[in-house]
Protein backbone atom coordinates (compact mmCIF):
# COMPACT_ATOMS: atom_id res chain seq x y z
CA UNK A 1 0.00 0.00 0.00
CA UNK A 2 2.29 2.02 1.14
CA UNK A 3 4.31 1.40 -2.55
CA UNK A 4 1.19 2.43 -4.60
CA UNK A 5 0.92 5.59 -2.07
CA UNK A 6 4.65 6.77 -2.96
CA UNK A 7 3.97 6.03 -6.70
CA UNK A 8 0.93 8.27 -6.92
CA UNK A 9 2.93 11.49 -5.18
CA UNK A 10 6.02 10.57 -7.63
CA UNK A 11 3.15 10.53 -10.30
CA UNK A 12 1.73 13.97 -9.14
CA UNK A 13 5.16 15.66 -8.67
CA UNK A 14 6.21 14.68 -12.62
CA UNK A 15 2.98 15.84 -13.49
CA UNK A 16 3.03 19.12 -11.58
CA UNK A 17 6.66 19.91 -12.67
CA UNK A 18 5.92 18.80 -16.30
CA UNK A 19 2.98 21.69 -16.27
CA UNK A 20 5.32 24.26 -14.71
CA UNK A 21 8.03 23.52 -17.50
CA UNK A 22 5.61 23.30 -19.56
CA UNK A 23 4.11 26.47 -18.57
CA UNK A 24 7.54 28.50 -18.43
CA UNK A 25 8.22 27.46 -21.99
CA UNK A 26 5.10 28.95 -23.24
CA UNK A 27 6.03 31.86 -21.41
CA UNK A 28 9.26 32.16 -22.89
CA UNK A 29 7.78 31.36 -25.91
CA UNK A 30 5.70 34.22 -25.51
CA UNK A 31 8.32 36.95 -24.46
CA UNK A 32 10.59 36.27 -27.94
CA UNK A 33 7.30 36.13 -29.81
CA UNK A 34 7.56 40.09 -29.20
CA UNK A 35 7.89 41.52 -31.88
CA UNK A 36 6.59 39.50 -34.80
CA UNK A 37 5.77 42.53 -36.54
CA UNK A 38 6.51 46.20 -37.50
CA UNK A 39 6.17 48.50 -34.34
CA UNK A 40 4.68 51.92 -35.44
CA UNK A 41 5.90 54.97 -33.72
CA UNK A 42 3.91 58.03 -33.84
CA UNK A 43 5.29 61.18 -34.10
CA UNK A 44 2.25 64.39 -33.59
CA UNK A 45 4.57 66.73 -35.25
CA UNK A 46 5.02 67.72 -38.89
CA UNK A 47 7.74 65.60 -41.03
CA UNK A 48 11.01 67.63 -40.58
CA UNK A 49 10.95 69.10 -36.79
CA UNK A 50 13.18 68.40 -34.11
CA UNK A 51 10.85 65.66 -32.59
CA UNK A 52 10.48 63.77 -35.76
CA UNK A 53 14.56 63.82 -36.92
CA UNK A 54 14.93 62.49 -33.41
CA UNK A 55 12.30 59.49 -34.07
CA UNK A 56 13.69 58.77 -37.19
CA UNK A 57 17.15 58.38 -35.93
CA UNK A 58 16.26 56.41 -32.87
CA UNK A 59 14.19 54.11 -35.14
CA UNK A 60 16.52 53.65 -37.96
CA UNK A 61 18.90 52.18 -34.45
CA UNK A 62 15.86 50.36 -32.80
CA UNK A 63 15.32 48.05 -36.10
CA UNK A 64 18.77 46.46 -35.73
CA UNK A 65 18.08 45.99 -31.55
CA UNK A 66 14.77 44.93 -31.95
CA UNK A 67 14.13 40.76 -31.31
CA UNK A 68 13.14 38.91 -34.54
CA UNK A 69 14.26 41.63 -37.45
CA UNK A 70 11.90 43.44 -36.60
CA UNK A 71 11.62 47.23 -37.68
CA UNK A 72 10.06 50.55 -36.69
CA UNK A 73 8.24 52.88 -38.71
CA UNK A 74 7.43 56.52 -37.76
CA UNK A 75 4.01 57.69 -38.60
CA UNK A 76 3.58 61.80 -38.86
CA UNK A 77 0.20 62.55 -37.10
CA UNK A 78 0.34 66.41 -36.37
CA UNK A 79 -2.48 68.63 -35.25
CA UNK A 80 -4.61 69.58 -32.33
CA UNK A 81 -1.00 71.32 -30.76
CA UNK A 82 0.61 67.16 -30.89
CA UNK A 83 -2.49 66.12 -29.02
CA UNK A 84 -3.69 64.17 -32.12
CA UNK A 85 -1.01 61.95 -32.38
CA UNK A 86 -1.22 61.06 -28.46
CA UNK A 87 -4.45 60.96 -28.06
CA UNK A 88 -4.62 57.91 -30.71
CA UNK A 89 -2.48 55.97 -28.63
CA UNK A 90 -3.78 56.37 -25.86
CA UNK A 91 -6.42 54.92 -27.50
CA UNK A 92 -4.64 51.95 -28.93
CA UNK A 93 -4.14 48.28 -27.53
CA UNK A 94 -1.26 48.01 -25.10
CA UNK A 95 0.31 45.74 -27.01
CA UNK A 96 3.58 46.96 -27.64
CA UNK A 97 3.01 47.67 -31.31
CA UNK A 98 1.88 51.54 -31.08
CA UNK A 99 4.40 54.23 -29.26
CA UNK A 100 5.02 57.32 -29.44
CA UNK A 101 7.63 59.76 -29.87
CA UNK A 102 6.49 62.52 -27.54
CA UNK A 103 7.44 65.97 -25.92
CA UNK A 104 6.86 68.17 -22.99
CA UNK A 105 4.21 69.90 -24.76
CA UNK A 106 2.15 67.03 -25.85
CA UNK A 107 2.37 65.15 -22.42
CA UNK A 108 2.97 67.70 -19.82
CA UNK A 109 1.61 71.46 -21.18
CA UNK A 110 -1.72 69.99 -22.91
CA UNK A 111 -3.20 68.43 -20.34
CA UNK A 112 -3.00 71.61 -18.45
CA UNK A 113 -4.97 73.35 -20.32
CA UNK A 114 -7.98 70.92 -20.11
CA UNK A 115 -8.72 70.42 -23.47
CA UNK A 116 -7.36 66.27 -23.73
CA UNK A 117 -8.61 63.30 -23.50
CA UNK A 118 -5.40 61.94 -21.44
CA UNK A 119 -3.53 63.51 -18.68
CA UNK A 120 0.48 63.35 -17.85
CA UNK A 121 -0.01 59.59 -16.46
CA UNK A 122 -2.37 58.42 -18.60
CA UNK A 123 0.57 56.45 -20.42
CA UNK A 124 3.73 54.12 -19.94
CA UNK A 125 6.69 55.84 -20.04
CA UNK A 126 9.12 54.10 -21.52
CA UNK A 127 12.15 56.50 -21.97
CA UNK A 128 13.79 60.08 -22.55
CA UNK A 129 15.99 59.89 -25.22
CA UNK A 130 16.66 63.91 -24.70
CA UNK A 131 16.71 66.94 -22.78
CA UNK A 132 17.30 69.75 -25.01
CA UNK A 133 17.26 73.43 -23.48
CA UNK A 134 15.64 76.59 -25.78
CA UNK A 135 17.42 79.46 -26.66
CA UNK A 136 16.93 83.20 -26.57
CA UNK A 137 17.88 84.43 -30.08
CA UNK A 138 17.94 87.55 -31.88
CA UNK A 139 18.91 88.98 -35.34
CA UNK A 140 22.51 88.88 -35.22
CA UNK A 141 21.98 92.94 -36.13
CA UNK A 142 20.36 93.28 -33.04
CA UNK A 143 21.43 96.18 -30.59
CA UNK A 144 22.75 93.43 -27.83
CA UNK A 145 25.94 91.70 -28.31
CA UNK A 146 25.20 90.09 -24.92
CA UNK A 147 22.32 88.64 -22.44
CA UNK A 148 23.17 90.94 -19.97
CA UNK A 149 22.79 93.89 -22.62
CA UNK A 150 19.46 92.71 -23.66
CA UNK A 151 18.54 92.54 -19.85
CA UNK A 152 19.33 95.94 -19.37
CA UNK A 153 17.49 97.21 -22.06
CA UNK A 154 14.17 95.07 -21.70
CA UNK A 155 13.96 96.08 -17.92
CA UNK A 156 14.70 99.65 -18.57
CA UNK A 157 12.24 99.14 -22.02
CA UNK A 158 8.86 97.36 -20.51
CA UNK A 159 6.98 96.00 -23.41
CA UNK A 160 9.05 96.79 -25.91
CA UNK A 161 10.98 93.61 -26.54
CA UNK A 162 8.69 91.31 -29.07
CA UNK A 163 9.24 87.96 -29.65
CA UNK A 164 7.87 84.88 -31.46
CA UNK A 165 7.20 81.26 -30.48
CA UNK A 166 4.58 78.40 -32.61
CA UNK A 167 2.32 79.07 -30.50
CA UNK A 168 0.56 80.01 -27.07
CA UNK A 169 1.49 78.06 -24.56
CA UNK A 170 3.79 76.18 -26.45
CA UNK A 171 7.32 75.92 -24.51
CA UNK A 172 8.76 78.80 -25.99
CA UNK A 173 5.72 80.64 -24.50
CA UNK A 174 5.65 79.56 -21.16
CA UNK A 175 10.05 79.84 -20.77
CA UNK A 176 9.56 83.35 -21.87
CA UNK A 177 7.12 83.76 -18.76
CA UNK A 178 8.62 82.30 -16.70
CA UNK A 179 12.05 84.80 -17.51
CA UNK A 180 9.44 87.84 -17.23
CA UNK A 181 8.48 86.38 -13.62
CA UNK A 182 11.88 85.72 -12.25
CA UNK A 183 13.39 88.78 -14.28
CA UNK A 184 10.78 90.85 -13.08
CA UNK A 185 10.43 92.61 -16.58
CA UNK A 186 7.66 92.48 -19.35
CA UNK A 187 7.88 91.01 -23.00
CA UNK A 188 5.91 90.58 -25.49
CA UNK A 189 4.12 87.31 -27.18
CA UNK A 190 3.72 86.69 -30.81
CA UNK A 191 2.46 83.37 -31.26
CA UNK A 192 2.91 81.69 -34.50
CA UNK A 193 1.47 78.14 -36.12
CA UNK A 194 5.03 76.01 -35.90
CA UNK A 195 8.68 77.35 -35.24
CA UNK A 196 9.60 78.16 -38.92
CA UNK A 197 6.64 81.11 -38.86
CA UNK A 198 7.92 82.29 -36.09
CA UNK A 199 11.88 82.06 -36.74
CA UNK A 200 10.66 83.35 -40.51
CA UNK A 201 8.94 86.58 -38.41
CA UNK A 202 12.01 87.36 -36.67
CA UNK A 203 14.30 86.88 -39.70
CA UNK A 204 11.81 89.04 -41.58
CA UNK A 205 12.04 91.85 -38.81
CA UNK A 206 8.62 91.16 -38.06
CA UNK A 207 9.62 90.32 -34.19
CA UNK A 208 12.80 91.34 -32.18
CA UNK A 209 13.66 87.66 -30.92
CA UNK A 210 12.50 84.24 -30.61
CA UNK A 211 12.69 81.45 -28.15
CA UNK A 212 13.88 78.18 -29.92
CA UNK A 213 15.58 74.89 -29.68
CA UNK A 214 19.23 74.27 -31.43
CA UNK A 215 18.34 72.06 -34.13
CA UNK A 216 15.33 74.83 -35.05
CA UNK A 217 17.84 77.58 -35.60
CA UNK A 218 21.24 75.96 -36.18
CA UNK A 219 21.59 76.97 -39.64
CA UNK A 220 20.36 80.51 -39.31
CA UNK A 221 23.30 80.51 -36.66
CA UNK A 222 26.04 79.21 -39.08
CA UNK A 223 24.72 81.82 -41.39
CA UNK A 224 25.62 84.42 -39.28
CA UNK A 225 21.91 85.75 -39.33
CA UNK A 226 20.75 84.78 -36.20
CA UNK A 227 22.71 85.56 -32.82
CA UNK A 228 22.30 83.58 -29.23
CA UNK A 229 21.96 85.36 -26.13
CA UNK A 230 20.84 82.64 -23.81
CA UNK A 231 20.29 79.03 -22.73
CA UNK A 232 17.08 78.08 -20.83
CA UNK A 233 17.93 75.34 -19.26
CA UNK A 234 20.94 72.99 -17.42
CA UNK A 235 22.11 70.60 -20.90
CA UNK A 236 25.02 72.82 -22.70
CA UNK A 237 24.63 71.86 -26.77
CA UNK A 238 27.85 70.91 -28.80
CA UNK A 239 29.33 74.36 -30.02
CA UNK A 240 27.07 75.82 -27.67
CA UNK A 241 29.15 75.76 -24.39
CA UNK A 242 29.73 79.44 -24.06
CA UNK A 243 26.14 80.15 -23.92
CA UNK A 244 25.27 81.31 -20.17
CA UNK A 245 22.22 79.54 -18.84
CA UNK A 246 19.63 81.67 -17.03
CA UNK A 247 20.69 80.31 -13.59
CA UNK A 248 24.40 81.86 -14.38
CA UNK A 249 23.27 85.15 -14.15
CA UNK A 250 21.00 84.53 -11.18
CA UNK A 251 17.73 84.38 -12.92
CA UNK A 252 15.75 81.37 -11.33
CA UNK A 253 14.50 79.39 -14.47
CA UNK A 254 15.53 76.17 -15.60
CA UNK A 255 13.47 74.82 -18.86
CA UNK A 256 14.71 71.69 -20.70
CA UNK A 257 12.43 70.14 -22.74
CA UNK A 258 12.30 66.67 -23.06
CA UNK A 259 11.80 63.85 -26.12
CA UNK A 260 10.98 60.25 -25.27
CA UNK A 261 9.36 57.25 -25.73
CA UNK A 262 5.46 56.65 -24.16
CA UNK A 263 2.95 53.33 -25.04
CA UNK A 264 -0.53 52.87 -23.90
CA UNK A 265 -0.84 52.33 -20.16
CA UNK A 266 -0.98 48.33 -19.63
CA UNK A 267 1.72 46.90 -21.81
CA UNK A 268 3.34 43.56 -20.31
CA UNK A 269 6.35 44.08 -18.36
CA UNK A 270 8.65 41.90 -20.84
CA UNK A 271 7.35 44.55 -23.71
CA UNK A 272 8.38 47.12 -22.12
CA UNK A 273 11.79 45.71 -21.47
CA UNK A 274 12.30 45.05 -25.01
CA UNK A 275 11.46 48.18 -25.95
CA UNK A 276 13.86 50.20 -23.07
CA UNK A 277 16.52 47.90 -24.10
CA UNK A 278 16.30 48.59 -27.73
CA UNK A 279 16.28 52.76 -27.03
CA UNK A 280 18.92 52.29 -24.77
CA UNK A 281 21.66 50.37 -27.25
CA UNK A 282 20.39 52.76 -29.83
CA UNK A 283 20.93 56.04 -28.01
CA UNK A 284 24.93 54.31 -27.57
CA UNK A 285 25.06 52.98 -31.09
CA UNK A 286 27.53 55.44 -32.54
CA UNK A 287 25.66 55.88 -35.22
CA UNK A 288 23.01 57.49 -33.08
CA UNK A 289 25.54 59.57 -31.08
CA UNK A 290 27.00 60.89 -34.37
CA UNK A 291 23.73 62.09 -36.08
CA UNK A 292 22.76 63.39 -33.01
CA UNK A 293 26.18 65.46 -32.96
CA UNK A 294 25.66 66.80 -36.33
CA UNK A 295 22.57 68.27 -34.72
CA UNK A 296 24.69 69.78 -31.84
CA UNK A 297 22.33 67.54 -29.57
CA UNK A 298 23.18 65.77 -26.73
CA UNK A 299 21.34 62.21 -25.70
CA UNK A 300 20.12 62.32 -22.35
CA UNK A 301 18.85 58.70 -21.84
CA UNK A 302 16.36 58.05 -18.91
CA UNK A 303 14.22 54.69 -17.96
CA UNK A 304 10.57 54.12 -17.41
CA UNK A 305 10.42 55.18 -13.88
CA UNK A 306 13.00 58.19 -13.82
CA UNK A 307 10.86 59.33 -17.44
CA UNK A 308 7.77 59.44 -15.58
CA UNK A 309 8.89 61.50 -12.97
CA UNK A 310 10.14 64.35 -15.57
CA UNK A 311 6.88 64.50 -16.85
CA UNK A 312 4.87 64.42 -13.86
CA UNK A 313 7.26 67.11 -12.27
CA UNK A 314 7.21 69.21 -15.68
CA UNK A 315 3.29 68.57 -15.81
CA UNK A 316 3.50 70.78 -12.66
CA UNK A 317 5.71 73.37 -13.53
CA UNK A 318 3.89 74.16 -16.81
CA UNK A 319 0.94 74.29 -14.24
CA UNK A 320 2.31 76.65 -12.28
CA UNK A 321 3.82 78.99 -14.99
CA UNK A 322 0.07 78.74 -17.17
CA UNK A 323 -1.65 80.15 -13.75
CA UNK A 324 1.24 82.73 -14.03
CA UNK A 325 0.39 83.41 -17.78
CA UNK A 326 -3.41 83.46 -16.97
CA UNK A 327 -3.94 80.96 -19.38
CA UNK A 328 -5.30 78.38 -16.91
CA UNK A 329 -7.33 79.42 -13.43
Sequence with gaps: MKKIVSLIVLVCMLAITGCSQSQSVAQEKEKSDYPNKPIRMIVPYAAGGPTDLTARVIAAQMSTYLPNGQSVVVENKPGGAATIGITEVFKSKPDGYTIAMTTMGANSIQPNLGKTVYTHDSFQAVAQILSQPHYLVVRADAPWETFDEWLEYVKKNPNEFTYSTAGTGNTGHLVMEALNDAAGIKT????????????????????????????????????????????????KNKGF?????????????????????????????????????????????????????????????????????????????????LKLAGLIK
Design 241 to 321: EDIPFFTEKNIDVDISVYTGIIAPKGIPQDVLETLTTAIQKSIDDPKTQEKFNSLSVETDFAGSDEFQKIITEDYKMSGEI
Design 188 to 235: VHVPFEGNGPAITALLGGHVMGTNVQISDIKSYIESGEVRVLANTGHN
